[in-house]
């Protein structure tokens, strides 16, 4: 007489927050970028799934620059190439800061003179 014994493993399944109803909203969201040097806000409208790579190189033709010219903040956090909105669960009306890239660090400065 031969005994099998079947061994079950519980299996963890990761458990994701509460997911917002997609199907009631919109399929756009219509966001405001406001340039750190400009008086204006500027209004786009984006669908939920795009990548927001497109909205930051329209932008930047509009101002006649290269698109990594700008950081895109929201909150103070970064905004990347590879978010969407729904990524990053906007509404609409919500507003994106565009700041001017700047490079830090320290280097020789051409007005400096060594003298052996």
């Given amino acids: 007489m031969s005994t099998t014994t079947k061994v ?6 990761k ?3 509460a997911k917002r109803n997609v ?10 970028v406001k340039g750190q040097d400009e008086e204006e806000v500027r ?8 990548k927001l790579i497109k909205l930051m190189q329209y932008y930047s033709d509009m101002r006649g620059v290269e698109w990594n010219t700008f950081r895109f903040l929201l909150d103070g956090s970064r905004i990347r190439e590879y978010h969407t909105p729904d990524d990053l669960e ?3 009306g919500d507003e994106i800061d565009a700041m001017l890239y700047q490079e830090s660090g320290f280097g020789p400065s051409s007005s ?5």
């Fill in 8 to 13: 079950y493993e519980r299996r963890k399944v």
């Fill in 15 to 17: 458990k994701e927050g």
């Fill in 23 to 32: 199907a009631s909203e919109s399929a756009h969201v219509t966001l405001n």
């Fill in 43 to 50: 209004v786009f409208k984006v669908r939920r799934k795009t």
């Fill in 90 to 92: 906007l509404k609409d």
């Fill in 112 to 116: 400096i003179i060594f003298r052996v």
